[in-house]
């Protein structure tokens, strides 16, 4: 059974930063796809961000490119994301997710097999 646990999140100013984790437990296999997605009150969860096996190959959704960083650290089973430049419209609760078929993109909801229990993070204006 693969469990993964968000930390770094909290409360910060426009146009601060943060930077949140995830760790990995169980087995999480460096093909794995793993991905960040957010969801603001009253909204559908979103894609933020993905990483396949190689630390080169990233995806962002529009709203997040330029100013988010996705990485990942397969020796210790955990992915980052890198938040900067966080505007208020960034606030929500922010998810880590694992893909077992890492050799397709998916930016959906449903095409992710495992999750974390999500991090509120929040941005003041």
């Known amino acids: 059974q693969v469990q993964l646990v968000e930390s770094g999140g909290g409360l910060v100013q426009a146009g601060g930063s943060l930077r949140l984790s995830c760790a990995a437990s169980?087995?999480?296999?460096?093909?794995?796809?793993m991905g960040w997605f957010r969801q603001a009150p009253g909204k559908e969860r979103e894609f933020v961000a993905a990483v396949r096996w190689t630390e080169g190959d990233t995806a962002y959704a529009d709203s997040v490119k330029g100013r988010f960083t996705i990485s990942r650290d397969d020796a210790k089973n955990a992915v980052f994301l890198q938040l900067d430049t966080l505007k208020p419209e960034d606030t929500a609760v922010y998810y880590c997710?694992?893909?077992?078929?890492?050799?397709?993109?998916?930016?959906?909801?449903?095409?992710?097999?495992?999750w974390g229990q999500g991090i509120q993070v929040s941005v003041s204006s």
């Open positions: 169980g087995k999480i296999f460096s093909s794995y796809t």
């Open positions: 997710a694992a893909r077992r078929a890492g050799w397709m993109w998916s930016y959906t909801v449903g095409g992710y097999d495992y």
